[in-house]
């Protein structure tokens, strides 16, 4: 497919567990970007890569979240020891330069 | 914070009616963009307006751009049902940031 995609679409955890979530961007964007998105709320910024830049993390809430991005492809996004508040839509999204953004369809974590 | 800030909240209207949501934001922008996401997945672009632009029009969307006062504005025309959905600004310049959206009920 020629969009975004983003796997798993629901991942149901345990407090305390680790999840990686994974975003397939547009090939040749070379920026993207992970929001997250609690439960009738806006979007929260939480990090960006901007082709080999060093990425801004600055929306990255805590040390337990991370991510990584190897030159312009797959980036995965990783919460060790989950808490319940972490419980979102987590998304992914892609663009050329800071131009249109496109979505992935976003991954539903529930932290039990 | 380039952040945008959307204004009202929440608007109810009655389909056909117009629907107008407005944004501000802080610091100088290269372009701003307008989203709408429906049931809290992905986001859908609607439009974007560049800093040198006052107005722009996109089938039953007409976005206006005053830099001088940092803010847009969304109009819906016509407005039916399946408008439903929240809208988020983006204003870009260095970086981009999405306000906390208006959320649209259009009832019908």
């Known amino acids: 497919g020629a969009g975004v995609s983003q796997s798993p679409s629901n991942k149901v955890t345990e407090k305390g567990k680790d999840v990686e979530l994974r975003c397939d961007p547009i090939s040749g964007h070379t920026a993207l970007y992970w929001y997250r998105q609690r439960l009738g709320q806006g979007l929260e910024f939480l990090i960006y890569?901007?082709?080999?830049?060093?990425?801004?993390k600055s929306g990255l809430p805590s040390d337990r979240f991370s991510a990584e991005r190897t030159g312009e492809s797959v980036s995965t996004l990783t919460i060790q020891r989950t808490q319940q508040e972490d419980s979102a839509v987590y998304l992914c999204a892609s663009s050329l330069m800071l131009d249109t953004q496109y979505f992935g369809p976003g991954t539903r974590l529930t932290v039990l | 914070s380039q952040q945008g800030e959307e204004d009202p909240q929440a608007l109810s209207i009655q389909e056909g009616e117009n629907a107008t949501m407005n944004c501000s934001y802080k610091?100088?922008?290269?372009?701003l963009q307008w989203y709408r996401q429906n049931s809290g997945r992905g986001l859908v672009h609607l439009i974007l307006i560049r800093s040198n632009e006052r107005e722009k029009h996109s089938g039953r969307l007409r976005v206006t751009l005053d830099t001088s006062k940092k803010s847009s504005s969304l109009l819906i025309t016509a407005s039916r049902a399946a408008d439903t959905a929240s809208y988020f600004c983006?204003?870009?310049?260095?970086?981009?940031?999405f306000g906390t959206g208006t959320s649209l009920t259009v009832i019908p």
């Open positions: 983006a204003p870009t310049g260095n970086q981009f940031y």
């Open positions: 890569f901007q082709g080999n830049s060093a990425p801004d």
């Open positions: 610091t100088s922008i290269n372009n």
